[in-house]
C-alpha cells in the first residue's frame, strides 16, 4: 500500500463535517489541519455509507471500486437530489468583492478582498478576509489542475487583455471580471473534493501567498505533466465518455451561435436608439410652433426620451451581465475537453503498458507489474470522478443557463413595464385636457 | 363625460379607453365629423367599400392597369328593428377622378382650404414595406384615404352642398362631362398663369402672413418626422426579427440536452412569435403616418389659399394703383401742368399744343376710364373683403379641425404604443416560464 502522490478519492455530495470519515481512519493516522498538510481530506461516499462503517482503504482503488458499484446504486437518488438544497449543510462561505486600485512603482494592479466564513475544523479560524489580485487566482487554478488532474476545475475569466483595446481599469471591466472570479472561488468551495484542497485553505486564509516559483515555471511543468503520458493511442473509448465528448462540441457550437445572436441584438438595438432619440427631439421641435398641440407633443417627445432611457439600461444589463456568462461557458467548455482528453490519455497509456505486460507475461512468466496496476487504478479513479464532476457540472450549468435565460426575460418584461408606465400617464394626460375642453364647450 | 372632482372616478374612464385600438380612434375622427353633421351628411353615409383591379386602353391606346373604388351612398336613416338597411347605391370611380374633382373644387372655391387625397405613389417608406401602387396594402390604405377625403368634403360647410360633389356620389357616366361644362379649366388656367408669376403686394396682411409661415413650418416638421419615423421603423423590425434567430438556436440545442429541452424548446416558439409580431405592430403603425400625412398635403392647401389672397391683395394694388395714376393724369390735364411724365404730353409740346376740342374729348375719355377704374377697384376691394372673411372662417375651422384630429392621433398612436408593450411583456413571460420549467 503507497499512499504516493496526493490523490484525489472519489467524490461525493456534500455532507456535514460530523459525518464524514477520515477515509484513513482506519489505517490510524493522525489528522492535520492547516496549508503544510499534503494529504488530501475526501468526502465521504454516497448516502447508503452513512451508518458509520469504516471504509476498506487498504488500497485506494479499491475504494474507488466500491464507490462504483454504489455510484450505479444510487443513481435514482441523484436525480432527486437538488444541489442547492444542502445549504444547511454548506460549512465553507467564499465571497470575492471590492475591487481596489494598486499603484507601485513597478505596475497598477486591482486587488479584491476574498472573505470566507467556515465551520470546517481544516481552517484555524472560523473567518478570514485578505485581498488577492488575479494573479494569485490563477495561481489557484494551476495549483488545482496539477494537484487534482482527474476533476474538472472551474475557468477562470481571460487572462489576457489587449492594452489599448479594453481599459483593464475600466469599472466595467473590473466589475465584470471579479462577478467571474466569485463565481470560480464559489464553485471550487461548493466542489466536494476540491474545496478540501489546501492550496485552496492557503488561498483564503495565509498573509502572503507562497510563490516562490515563478508562475510561467510551474506553467510549463503543469504542460509537460499533461504531456507525460503521451504516445499511447486510444482503443476504444468508452461510449458515455464519447457523448460526453459530443454533447460539449455541438453545445460550444450552440453557445457561440447565442453569443453572435446577442451581440447582432445590441447592435441593432443601439441603431434604433440612435434613430429613436431623433424621433424625440422632432416632436419637441414641433411642439415649439404650436398653441394647443404643445402640451401633447411635448408629452410624446418625453415619452420617446423615456423609452430611450430603458432601452439603453437594458442594454447595458445585457452586455454586463449576459455576454461574459456565455462566454465563461466556453472556457468551462474547454476545461472539461481538456480533462477527457486527459482520461483518453491515462486511458491509452493503461492499455498501452497492460497489452506490453500481458506479452511479456506471455514470454517469461513475469508477474503483474506494480506500473500496470496503478495505471488501472488512476484510469477507474479518472472515470469515476469524471462521471461525478460531468453529473455536477450538467446540474449546475442547467441551473446557471436557467438563471441566465430567466434574467434575460426579465429584463426585456422591465424595459417593456417601464415604456408602457410612460405612455398609459401620456393617455391620462392627454385624455383630461380633452374632457376639459368638453367641459368648459358645454358650459 | 361628466366629470366628476375626485380623481379616481377619472381614471377609471381612463383606464377603460386604453383598449381601444387605433382604428377605433379613426372612427373617432369620422365620428366626429359626422356628428357636427352637414346638411349632405344628415342624409346620406358615404363609405369607399373596395377597390379593384382594371385592365383597358388609355388615351394613347396603350394597354392599362388601374384600380377602381366603389363608392357606396346609403341614405342615412336608422333601420327599424328587424328589418334589412336598404342597398346601397353604387358607382365605381379611380384615382385620376378623384384629382379632377379636387381641381374643380380648388378653383371655385379659392378660399376653402380643400382637404388632400391621399398620396399618389407611395412616400416615406420604410424597407419592408411596398412602394409599388398596385400593392393591396398600399391599395388598401389609398382606400380608406379616399373615404376619408370624401367624408372631409361631405361635412365641409361650403363644399357639401356643390353640385358637381353631389353628382360624384351619384351620377357614374356623365359626370366628366359635367365638371367640364363648367368651365372651371379656364378659370383653373388664367389661375395657374398668375400664381406662377412672380408679383409682391405691398401692405401684406399680417394674418396671412403668420400663416403661411405656420403653414411652412407644419410642413418641413411633418416631414422630418415620417422620414425619422421610417428609418425607426426600419430599425425596430430589425431588432425583433433578430430575435428569431434564438427560435431556432434553442431547438437545435434542446435535440441535445435531456431535462432541460422541453422548456427551450417551448421557449424557442415564443421566441419566434415575438419576432413574427413586428409585422402587425408596424402595419397598423402605417395608419398613425397616414393620418400625420394628410396634415402634410393639407399644409399645400393652406399654402394655396395664402397664395390666392396674395394674388387677389395685388390685383387690388394693381387696380388702386391704376385709378390713382389715371386720376392724376385728369388733373394734369385740366390744370395743364405736367407732372407725370407722358408721351401725349411730350408729343405736345414738341409739336405743338393742341386744339382745345382735342383735349375735351381727351378729358372726357379719362373721365370715363376713371368712373370704371373706380368701379373696378370697388369691386376688387369687395372681393378682398369678402375673400378675406370667407377664407378666415374657414382657417378658424382647419385650426380647430387640425388641433383635434392631431391631438387623437397622439392618442391613437399612444395607444398602439401600450399595446405593443403588453404583447412584449405576454411573450417575454410566456418565455420565462420556459425557461422557469427548464
Known sequence: MSVGAPRGLASSGQKPITEILHPLSAAEETLSSGPDVTVNVGGDQESGLTNGTPVETSSPASASLLFNRLQLDDDSEADARDPYASTETRDLFVTVDDPKKHVSTMETYITYRVSTKTTRIEFDLPEYCVRRRYQDFDWLRIKLEDSQPTHLIPPLPEKFVMKGVVDRFSEEFVETRMKALDKFLKRVADHPVLSFNPHLNAFLSAKDLNKRQGL?????????????????????????????????????????????????????????????????????????????????????????????????????????????????????????????????????????????????????????????????????????????????????????????????????????EKCQAAWESLITLLQEKQTEDKTSETN | MIMADSGSSEEVAVIGNTDITSTESENNIINTMVEKGTALLRKLEINVAEAEKRTGKNTVNMQETYTVYLIEIRPAETVPEGGTPAAPDTLWRRYSEFELLRTYLLVTYPYVIVPPLPEKRAEFVWHKLSADNLDPDFVERRRVGLENFLLRVASHPVLSNDKIFFLFLTEEKGWREAVLETGFQDKADSRLKSLSAMFRVKNPDKRFTALKQYSDELNTVISQLLRVRARVADRLYGVYKVHGNYGRVFSEWSAIEKEMGDGLQSAGHHMDTYAASIDDILEEEEHYADELKEYLFYTDAVRSVCRKHELIQYELEMAAQDLAHKKQQKEELATGTVRIFSLKGMTSKLFGQESQEQRESRLAALEQSIQEGEHAVKEKNAECQEFVRTAWEDIEHFKEQKDKDLREALIGYAIMQISMCKKGIQVWSNAKECFNKM
Not at chain 1, 245 to 263: N, P, S, V
Not at chain 1, 328 to 355: C, H, T
Not at chain 1, 364 to 378: A, I, L, N, Y
Request: charged share 30%; hydrophobic share 35%; with cysteine.
Open chain 1, 216 to 416: 510561467a515555471l510551474l506553467t510549463k511543468v503543469g504542460e509537460s505533466v499533461k504531456h507525460v503520458a503521451g504516445g499511447y493511442k486510444l482503443r476504444a473509448r468508452p461510449p458515455e465518455f464519447c457523448a460526453m465528448g459530443e454533447y460539449l462540441d455541438t453545445f460550444t457550437q450552440k453557445l457561440g451561435t447565442i453569443d453572435r445572436i446577442a451581440q447582432r441584438i445590441l447592435k441593432e438595438q443601439s441603431e434604433y436608439l440612435t434613430e429613436l432619440r431623433e424621433y424625440g427631439t422632432v416632436y419637441s421641435s414641433w411642439a415649439g410652433s404650436e398653441e394647443e398641440l404643445r402640451r401633447p407633443l411635448e408629452g410624446v417627445a418625453g415619452c420617446v426620451t423615456t423609452c430611450c432611457g430603458a432601452l439603453e439600461d437594458m442594454s447595458e444589463n445585457m452586455s454586463q451581465d449576459f455576454l461574459p456568462v456565455l462566454r465563461e461557458y466556453v472556457l468551462y467548455i474547454e476545461s472539461m475537453k481538456n480533462v477527457l482528453r486527459k482520461r483518453d490519455q491515462s486511458q491509452a497509456e493503461y492499455e498501452g503498458r497492460l497489452e506490453a505486460a500481458i506479452l511479456r507475461k506471455q514470454e517469461d512468466r513475469t508477474p503483474m507489474p506494480v506500473e500496470v496496476e496503478k495505471c488501472q487504478d488512476k484510469v477507474e479513479c479518472f472515470n469515476a470522478d469524471l462521471k461525478a464532476d460531468w453529473e455536477r457540472w450538467q446540474s449546475n450549468k442547467r441551473q446557471d443557463f436557467k438563471q441566465l435565460l430567466t434574467g434575460m426575460a426579465d429584463k426585456n418584461i422591465n424595459h417593456y
